[in-house]
């Protein structure tokens, strides 16, 4: 599978970290948004393998295994890496560079103002016993994104104060290196001599997609994630366990903020089978366990395509697709890192980076 982006269309990235495969969130937060624009867009995938070492540092094989799967469910839900540049974080070295200097930009306490730094010590109960490479990892972010000078970044909800972030550090390095002015407009900034655009966020249809445990956000690591390898009994065990808080089947239920209805809003195509389950819900003629029935048929339904051509992508598909992504990334991201190190005096000598056989 070898791939041939075109340059000349405008540059998008974005990734997600090898802590799990990936779930019905991140199909509705970011897959989505991924595949209506891969044939617009010069499209940079990343896994973040390094990232994963935030909470995994001791079980590396695990970020291995689910560096491979990640790819997997890309392919699976129709990201074409023949259309796409699919590519490893850890074996591009300018991203790592990159951090280094955006780390000088960018102050402690702004960095600890990062509300999603903050939800993450929090959800993950990390305490105080996060290592300095914990508060590395969103700078380290700033610079996977920049490293590629994208327009556009599709993300979910949670991601936004990251982006925030990344706007900030290339209007401050842009002004501190390349002479661009405080008063110049975002979108300016590299016909102002700028390294680095000021990149858009892109926020999903379902911005944040809640857990099954029916509070937190869906996440990969705190066990409340239908899989999108997840077989079908999988699948409808999960719904049946899907918490509502109601006592009883015949009591009115409550529609608003209900998990399961999220799930159907989401996902179930028959806006009218969605309406009429609602109205018997709160009627309470249903209980929760129809609600959660339907919802498994319809999940189901949705995830089989993506089940049949996950079983077609083999592990040698996946290291040949990530090499070949890689290769490019790294001819993307040496480009940048020069401009970058030219601008602010550190341009000495010239490189590429390639792979040996
Ligand atoms: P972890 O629990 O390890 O942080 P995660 O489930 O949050 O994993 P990430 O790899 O951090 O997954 O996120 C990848 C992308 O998917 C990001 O753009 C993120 O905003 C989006 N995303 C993740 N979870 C959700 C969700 N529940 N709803 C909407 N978007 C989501
Ligand atoms: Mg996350």
């Known amino acids: 599978m070898s791939a041939h982006p075109s340059p000349a269309r405008p540059r998008l990235l974005t990734g997600d970290t090898p802590t799990g495969s990936l779930h019905l969130g991140h199909f509705v937060g970011s897959l ?41 469910d890309w392919v699976s839900v129709g990201l074409d890496p023949r259309k796409a540049t699919f590519f490893l974080q850890s074996e591009v070295p300018a991203i ?23 939800d993450e010590i929090r959800v993950k109960n990390l305490g105080d016993n996060y290592s300095f490479g914990f508060l590395m990892y969103p700078v380290g972010q700033v610079a996977d994104i920049l490293a590629f000078r994208p327009k556009v970044v599709p993300v979910g909800e949670d991601q936004v104060p990251h982006i925030e972030m990344t706007r900030e550090l290339a209007r401050r390095f842009n002004q501190v290196y390349c002479g661009v002015t405080g008063k110049t407009d ?52 999960k719904c049946n366990k899907i918490f509502t808080g109601r006592q009883s089947a015949t009591d009115p239920g409550v529609v608003e903020g209900n998990v399961l209805f999220e799930y159907h809003d989401a996902f179930n195509p028959d806006a009218q089978r969605v309406t009429q389950l ?17 919802l498994a048929e ?20 996946v290291l040949a697709v ?36």
């Not at 319809?298 to 598909?317: F, G, T, W």
């Open 96 to 118: 790592a560079e990159l951090t280094w200097y955006f780390a000088m930009l960018l102050g402690y306490g702004r960095l600890m103002k990062n509300p999603t730094i903050k």
């Open 186 to 237: 975002d979108a300016d900034h590299e016909t102002a001599g700028g390294v680095f655009p000021v990149p858009e966020v892109k926020v999903g249809r379902v911005a944040r997609l809640t857990g099954t445990d029916g509070k937190n956000k869906m996440s990969k690591s705190l066990g409340n994630a239908i899989f999108l390898s997840d077989d079908p009994k999988t699948v409808q065990k």
């Open 278 to 294: 609602k109205e018997q819900y709160q009627s309470g003629s249903i209980g929760d366990g129809q609600v959660k029935k339907e």
């Open 32 to 72: 989505e948004n991924r595949l209506q624009l891969q044939d617009e867009y010069d499209c940079y995938f990343l896994i973040a393998n390094l990232h994963a070492l935030t909470t995994r540092s001791q079980e590396t094989a695990d970020i291995r295994r689910d560096t491979l799967e990640i790819v997997k």
């Open 322 to 357: 990530l090499r070949d992504g890689t290769q490019r990334a790294n001819d993307q991201a040496e480009k940048t890192l020069a401009m970058a190190k030219k601008a602010c005096d550190f341009g000495f000598f010239h490189r590429t980076v390639a792979f040996k056989d």
């Open 298 to 317: 319809v999940l189901n339904a949705m995830l089989s395509p993506i089940r049949e051509k996950r079983a077609q992508v083999s592990d040698s598909d």
